[in-house]
């Protein structure tokens, strides 16, 4: 089997790439590991910033999302004793967010796909990409009933995520890896409930962090910081709201509209970037190039800015032969990756207390009385400076 570009992985940004190299002509196909059903129930991110959404309008791309999809521009950030909101589509650069859930999107682009006459194949695992040093790279790969298979392609786009078999076919030394584990660990939870709050929750809590995130009318996302090792299930449901309506500050601000947790997962806040994204006729794209900690709700965000950027390049390349746009690739995207990750990190920092270097750790939630007296002053700084208030707004809508 053949294409001018095999895509692996049908998450946000080989969906993304897919549509746009079908739209502009170029031979493709998508093969993606999980079973169709999988991919489009599979809740992850909700928040999709502005320049996204005009991404997905540019190529008309965003029609669900108009339809279905909620304007948002509120956050509130809460203490113990105190809260205070920012609206951020009055700061900044004036951009809001778009709440609309991650498999509903991809829903969408695969509909999409398809209806254009787009090839995938579900159920088909790559399990190395071979000689991408050449304009003849080879993807091996094994379907559901474990039969191998091969697929030769002009280049390969590997968006197949963190532990996708793009990432791991790069010999050792051919890579650069920055990777920063943030010693922090989420419980997040999906909850089959109306959202508590018209705005995103964050709250800063000495019990550690808690977060709420509106998915939809009746489902909200919410986040709870615990110790690194908790097992997904280890809290009863009760727990759970008891210790969100703790650190929320229910009992001040307004009680939480509490249902059945209908999806839990632990989640370590860690990052990870590899440099360069190209080797050869191979490329990165979306988590397999960046992972970036759900803090700031960047990740689906990058993957669909770097698919439009892959997409003009390989139309650039194949059907003009000009090479140049393929060649930046890289640099381009990676300096997206570093501003988000740089935000990201300053989220992570404003959010939970530092770990004391050489771990002394006594404050609640695993951070240094210090450093807990340092994460409060950045938050008053953010009360009351309209600095600081214009620049937090630029880096959480943009890029
Ligand atoms: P993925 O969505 O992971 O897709 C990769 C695809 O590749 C999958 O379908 C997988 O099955 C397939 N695959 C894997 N291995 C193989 C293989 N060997 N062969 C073939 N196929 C393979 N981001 C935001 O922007 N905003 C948010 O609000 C937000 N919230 C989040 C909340 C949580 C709890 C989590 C976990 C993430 C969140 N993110 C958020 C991050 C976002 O979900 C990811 O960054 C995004 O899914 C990345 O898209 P992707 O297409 O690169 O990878």
């Known amino acids: 089997d053949s294409a001018d570009v095999v895509i692996l992985g049908a998450g946000p940004a080989g969906l993304v790439l897919g549509n746009l190299l079908r739209a502009a002509g170029v031979d493709c196909v998508i093969l993606e590991r999980a079973a169709r059903e999988h991919v489009q129930t599979r809740a992850r991110a909700g928040y999709l910033a502005q320049h996204t959404v005009s991404i997905l309008e540019r190529h008309g791309l965003a029609e669900g999302l108009r339809r279905r999809g909620q304007e948002h521009a509120v956050c509130e950030f809460r203490t113990e004793d105190d809260r205070f909101r920012l609206d951020y ?38 399990e190395a990409v071979r000689d991408f040093g050449g304009t003849r790279p080879t993807v091996d790969v094994r379907d559901a009933d474990g039969r191998p298979g091969r697929w030769h392609a002009r280049y390969v786009a590997g968006c197949d995520g963190r532990h996708g078999a793009a990432r791991r076919s790069l010999p050792a030394g051919a890579v650069r890896r920055y990777h920063r584990d943030h010693a922090v660990t989420w419980l997040g939870l999906l909850a089959q409930a109306p959202p508590s709050l018209d705005a995103v929750g964050y709250a800063v809590h000495p019990r550690g962090f808690a977060g709420h995130m509106a998915r939809s009318p009746e489902v909200t996302r919410y986040y709870l910081q615990v110790p690194r090792g908790t097992a997904p299930g280890a809290w009863s449901g009760e727990r759970i709201w008891d210790e969100l309506a703790l650190r929320l500050g229910a009992a001040a601000h307004g009680p939480l509209r509490s249902g059945p947790i209908v999806q839990r997962a632990v989640v370590d806040l860690e990052s990870d970037v590899l440099e360069p994204l190209r080797h050869g006729s191979l490329f990165l794209v979306g988590d397999a190039a960046g992972l970036i900690s759900p803090s700031a709700a960047k990740g689906a965000n990058l993957a669909v800015l770097e698919a439009e950027i892959l997409a003009d390049g390989l139309t650039a390349a194949l059907r003009h032969s000009d090479p140049g746009p393929l060649d930046r690739y890289s640099a381009q995207c990676l300096a997206y990756i570093w501003r988000a990750q740089e935000f990201s990190h300053w989220m992570i920092r404003l959010l939970h207390a530092e770990p004391e270097a050489g771990g002394a750790q006594d404050g609640a939630d695993g951070g240094s009385p210090f450093q807990d007296r340092l994460r409060h002053s950045r938050l008053q700084a953010l009360r009351s400076s309209r600095t600081q208030q214009d620049w937090f707004a630029e880096n959480y809508v943009g890029l």
């Not at 778009?98 to 579900?122: K, S």
């Open 89 to 126: 589509s009055l700061l900044g650069k004036g951009e809001q967010h778009w709440v609309y859930p991650q498999q509903e999107l991809v829903t969408d682009l695969l509909n999409r796909y398809l209806t254009a006459g787009g090839r995938i194949c579900f159920q088909t695992g790559a």
